[in-house]
């Protein structure tokens, strides 16, 4: 063993065979090693089970501000017994002359306590008057000591240092944590051992080229000692996940489209045959920005089919300042949506992958912020039954097996499913991606003629299932332990 120890590990274990039970700052002296220098030498000790460290911890006590206060002008059960001792007998009024009424009762019933004083009630007055010589009281004594700092464990009057500890802010307890080291049994047989010299660590040109090398004793290597870890830079896990759903899109046939962050009431609502006054639509679930209004939301002829479209469906008066208001996107459907009513296509595979934003509580399933996906087939003869194996499709490429369907209502599309995936962590199903295909008062509209099949959601939900996580927080905690532990090609 002691062919393979570091020079500071000399060092240390020399020191600890001449004084045992040192400290840290006492071995940095001893040695001469800088004080990080000792730490990681200890480290590297106590790893090969050559030292033991215990820790210990000494209690003191020192006199707070109102001890402070005390000791200088005295407990208040000392000054009331002085100033009843200028006239022998005073009245309860007098004594509050000298005492505040915090200070009084606390301080007749400890002079009562010490055997000073007695209590009388006359002619309806309550007289104090001196009982017997007035000798220190163990509190009084204990305060001189605590001038300085203490030690609790040298204070041999328990009893005086309780009283004073409940007495407010008259004494103040700190502590000192120390450490000290010993060699361990191990240690102690190849102390015995260690030379002075630990050999020449370094190898020069000029030994070398003198020859000197040859007549040098070179420390040995510890080649079984472990290598420093490297942490190469890499992205971050949630984006890794993204980047997997667009390949995943892409290899299912789908183009991707890209939208503004910031979008009009007009495409994020109305067009998707939102009514102006629905819940979504209100400051408790949507950011909006403030004292900006879209000039050009959309074409006259759009405007005009979409309004006609709610004023049918939902029986109001539809209104354009309501659909100019400018929001931080709540989805990602409007972009497709939009990408949809300008290229009017007959058949189509788009997605779209980003950030949107809903005004919630934040908690362990819900974010303000989070990044969602999107994916709709435009077609003639698509069915429903085709938007079922196409997110079965995707969820298997995405390494989810068990998949079922439920039906659910989602305002613009019908008929509407929600996805399900099996989660083997938990043993249960868990709700996934919302799916259906756009209802005519949504295409119609738009001038969109064939069948829309839209399925989406969050992508945070996919990477809890993908790392089993608990509390989707945990994706954006900058925790680099868990960073660092998880899996590039899971």
């Not at 047989?189 to 000197?212: D, H, N, P, Y």
């Not at 004023?311 to 409007?334: F, I, N």
């Not at 199903?429 to 919302?434: A, D, N, R």
Request: aromatic share 8%.
């Amino acid at each position: 063993m002691s062919q393979v120890l570091h020079p500071i590990e000399h060092k240390i274990i020399r020191k600890l065979r001449d004084s045992a039970g040192l400290t840290y700052d006492e071995l940095a002296s001893g040695t001469k090693l800088a004080i990080d220098q000792v730490r990681r030498g200890l480290e590297w000790l106590k790893y090969k089970n050559l030292i033991e460290i215990k820790e210990s911890e000494i209690f003191f006590v020192s006199l707070g501000k109102n001890g402070k206060d005390a000791l200088e002008r005295g407990l208040p059960e000392r000054r009331l017994v002085n100033y009843v001792a200028q006239q022998k007998v005073r009245t309860l009024d007098e004594a509050r002359t000298i005492l505040p009424e915090s200070e009084l009762n606390a301080a007749i019933a400890n002079a009562r306590k010490n055997g000073w004083v007695e209590i009388k009630k006359e002619n309806g007055s309550t007289t104090i008057s001196l009982k017997d010589q007035t000798t220190n009281s163990a509190e009084e004594v204990l305060l001189s000591i605590l001038k300085s700092k203490v030690q609790v464990d040298e204070i041999k009057d328990k009893d005086a240092l309780e009283s004073l500890k409940k007495r407010p802010d008259f004494v103040v307890f700190d502590s000192i944590k120390s450490k000290r080291v010993n060699l361990t049994k191990q240690g102690l047989e190849i102390a015995t051992k260690l030379t002075e010299s630990v050999g020449e660590r370094k190898l020069t040109a000029e030994m070398l080229a003198s020859g000197k090398w040859k007549e040098v004793t070179l420390a040995p290597i510890d080649v079984e000692a472990a290598a420093s870890e490297i942490y190469v830079a890499r992205t971050h896990p949630l984006h890794d996940v993204i980047n997997e759903v667009r390949e995943i899109f892409a290899s299912l046939g789908f183009t991707e489209i890209v939208g503004n962050l910031a979008q009009s009431s007009f495409w994020n609502f109305d067009a998707l045959f939102t009514p102006q006054d629905h819940p979504a639509r209100e400051m408790q679930d949507t950011f909006y920005l403030e004292n900006i209004i879209a000039k050009n939301v959309a074409s006259l002829n759009q405007i005009k089919k979409v309004s006609e479209s709610h004023k049918r469906g939902w029986k109001y008066q539809w209104k354009l300042s309501e659909a100019q208001r400018m929001v931080l996107r709540t989805h990602t459907t409007c972009v497709t949506i939009r990408h949809l009513a300008e290229k009017k296509p007959d058949e189509a595979r788009v997605f779209s992958v980003g950030r949107v934003f809903r005004n919630e509580k934040v908690s362990y399933k819900h974010l303000v912020e989070f990044n969602q996906v999107e994916g709709v087939v435009v077609g003639k003869n698509v069915t429903l039954r085709d938007l079922m194996g196409l997110q079965t499709e995707f969820y298997h490429k995405i390494g989810l097996k068990k998949v079922k369907f439920w039906p659910t209502f989602f305002p613009y599309t019908e008929p509407s499913l929600q996805s399900m995936v099996y989660n083997e962590r938990l043993d249960k199903w868990v709700e996934l991606f919302g799916m259906g295909i756009f209802r005519p008062e949504v295409t119609k509209p738009l001038g969109i003629k064939n069948p829309v099949l839209a399925w989406g959601g969050g992508i945070e939900r996919i990477a809890m299932l993908k790392f089993n996580l608990d509390d989707v927080r945990e994706l954006y905690n900058n925790n680099l332990a868990w960073l660092r532990s998880v899996p590039k090609c899971p």
